[in-house]
């Protein structure tokens, strides 16, 4: 009887023990991105590609990679900077010092 009673309580606090870290994850939101799981509060999903969130910037997604939108403009794949922001073939230019002429940079 005694025995039984300690295997009993043994059980009960082994199982107090595992359910914590599933009650945490509840809590925690965690989604999956595709097979990836991810915290909503610290990433983005897009479409499988998961880009941080940090210090309250959330990052976006160009082709492959996360960028800041305050300092980059994402033309399909390419970056550019935001001091630069225009695509001209594969080079990113400002438009108030060059133009684009068939694919070619011209100094303005
Ligand atoms: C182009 O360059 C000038 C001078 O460096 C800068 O003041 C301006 O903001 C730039 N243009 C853009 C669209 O960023």
Same mark, same amino acid.
């Given at each position: 009887?005694? #025995?039984?009673?300690?295997?009993?309580?043994?059980?009960?606090?082994?199982? !107090?023990?595992? !359910?914590?870290?599933?009650? @945490?994850?509840?809590?925690?939101?965690?989604?999956?991105?595709?097979?990836?799981?991810?915290? +909503?509060?610290?990433?983005?999903?897009?479409?499988?590609?998961?880009c941080?969130?940090? @210090?309250?910037?959330?990052?976006k997604?160009?082709?492959?990679?996360?960028?800041?939108?305050?300092?980059?403009?994402?033309?399909?794949?390419?970056?550019?900077?935001?001091?630069? +922001?225009?695509?001209?073939?594969?080079? &990113?230019?400002?438009?108030?010092?060059?133009? &684009?002429?068939?694919?070619? #940079?011209?100094?303005?």
């Amino acid at each position: 009887m005694q #025995l039984t009673t300690y295997i009993f309580a043994t059980f009960a606090i082994v199982s !107090a023990a595992l !359910a914590v870290p599933v009650d @945490n994850l509840v809590e925690r939101d965690t989604k999956y991105c595709g097979y990836q799981p991810y915290e +909503p509060s610290k990433y983005t999903c897009y479409d499988g590609l998961l880009c941080p969130i940090q @210090n309250y910037v959330v990052y976006k997604r160009c082709g492959g990679d996360c960028y800041d939108p305050a300092k980059y403009v994402c033309h399909g794949t390419k970056m550019c900077p935001t001091t630069d +922001p225009n695509l001209c073939g594969d080079a &990113c230019y400002n438009s108030s010092r060059y133009k &684009c002429e068939y694919g070619r #940079l011209v100094q303005v």
